[in-house]
């Protein structure tokens, strides 16, 4: 009886052991690339160095997208985020603060990485993943970056594709 008691007792620590870990929540993302070389800073309103991820749902159902950045150190930042719909005169904030969002059949959003208010420069990585209800679908997005630089000379753009512009 002693035998089986010093087997079984660490045999029940590892299974709720490795119950506890499998309860963390996931993603379960069927697509993802990762994008290098993000670059942001925002010590004032005057200077300023902001990177713009779009993402387009190229296929004809909804899917679920989420983008995570990391700062120099590993640190997910995702916090400082901004998701946008609409363009230029008429931008919508459809979520703040969370690189979670829904992406419509067809439809592009925007992800901006904006530490407005704080002295945050940082040089890091994105991941972009996605996710739909349809489990046959295996390349549903593309997606591009545009960084933004301001200072008091002016404004300049960058504009490079993710993936180099294949679907993913």
């Known amino acids: 009886m002693k035998t089986m008691t010093k087997v079984l007792v660490p045999l029940a620590l590892i299974l709720i052991l490795c119950g506890g870990a499998s309860a963390q929540e996931s993603f ?3 697509g993802s690339t990762v994008v290098t070389n993000i670059w942001s ?3 004032d309103s005057v200077n300023w160095f902001v990177p713009y991820i779009n993402v387009t749902n190229i296929t004809g159902t909804d899917v679920q997208c989420k983008i995570t950045i990391y700062d ?8 400082y985020s901004k998701i946008y719909s609409g363009g230029i005169g008429n931008w919508t904030i459809i979520a703040s603060g969370t690189g979670e969002f829904n992406l419509p059949a067809h439809g592009t959003r925007m992800y901006s990485l904006k530490p407005e208010g704080t002295q945050i420069y940082t040089v890091g990585h994105a991941v972009i993943e996605w996710k739909s209800n ?3 679908l295996r390349k549903a997005v593309i997606a591009g970056i545009t960084t933004l630089r301001a200072d008091s000379k002016g404004i300049s ?4 594709e993710i993936n180099n512009g294949q679907p993913f």
Request: a negative charge; hydrophobic letters at 20%.
């Open 41 to 43: 800073y925002h010590p």
């Open 28 to 30: 379960n993302a069927q």
């Open 72 to 79: 120099h150190d590993g640190n997910d930042i995702t916090h």
């Open 157 to 160: 753009t960058g504009i490079s």
């Open 134 to 136: 349809d489990p046959l």
